[in-house]
Each structure stands twice: as structure tokens, then as C-alpha cells.
Nanobody, 117 residues
Framework: QVQLVESGGGLVEPGGSLRLSCAAS????????MAWYRQAPGSQRDLVAVITRMGDTNYAESVKGRFTISRDNAKNTISLQMNTLKPEDTAVYYC???????????WGKGTLVTVSS
């Protein structure tokens, strides 16, 4: 059974930092493109950052220079370091794994990040 379990969300003041982690089980995450998405209340789920099987990264324009995605293949985890957080970063953050087949598509249950003073 494949599971993606996010952790690290919480309440932080504007300008602060958080580090999200996604622990994968049932798959070898290094074989997958791994990504973080987020969904704010009343909004669609949007891509935040992706790291490919080859280690290439890509970011949404709104987080470039503030967020960093990384992977630890030995621990089968990915992380999202979020710095200089803004109120508009408030959302539920989801971990996603995409394999070479369409059936190899998995989501975590999400972790809430709230940026507020």
C-alpha cells in the first residue's frame, strides 16, 4: 500500500520559515517525480514545486527564491523549505508522486500551513 505522509505544517508569522516533509512508503520515491501542491480555501490546487527523478527542480513564480524542494533518497522523503512566508502562502500543502504510468499517481492527505500575525 502506497502512503505519502506530510508533516511540518503549522502557524507561523509573516517573514518566518517552515520546513515540510513527505515520507513515502510502498514506493521508491527516487523512481518518481515528486511535487508539492497547495490549495487555499475556495481555490484550486496549484503546483508549488517539483523535483524530477533526475533531480531537476521547478517552482511556481510566486515562490521562486523563497522555497526550496529537495529529496533524500536514502530516507525516501522529500522536503519543502519555505522561507520569508507571506499570508498568501496560507494553504493545505499536499505531497504528490507521479510515476511513468498514469496509474502510478499518489497524493498525501495534506498539512495545513497558516501564515498570520
Amino acid at each position: 500500500q502506497v502512503q505519502l505522509v506530510e508533516s511540518g505544517g503549522g502557524l507561523v508569522e509573516p517573514g518566518g520559515s517552515l520546513r515540510l516533509s513527505c515520507a513515502a512508503s510502498g514506493i521508491i520515491s527516487s523512481f518518481y517525480n515528486m511535487a508539492w501542491y497547495r490549495q487555499a480555501p475556495g481555490s484550486q490546487r496549484d503546483l508549488v514545486a517539483v523535483i524530477t527523478r533526475m533531480g531537476d527542480t521547478n517552482y511556481a513564480e510566486s515562490v521562486k527564491g523563497r522555497f526550496t524542494i529537495s529529496r533524500d533518497n536514502a530516507k525516501n522523503t522529500i522536503s519543502l523549505q519555505m522561507n520569508t512566508l507571506k499570508p498568501e502562502d496560507t494553504a493545505v500543502y499536499y505531497c504528490h508522486a507521479a510515476g511513468v504510468l498514469k496509474s502510478m499517481d499518489y497524493w498525501g492527505k495534506g498539512t495545513l500551513v497558516t501564515v498570520s500575525s
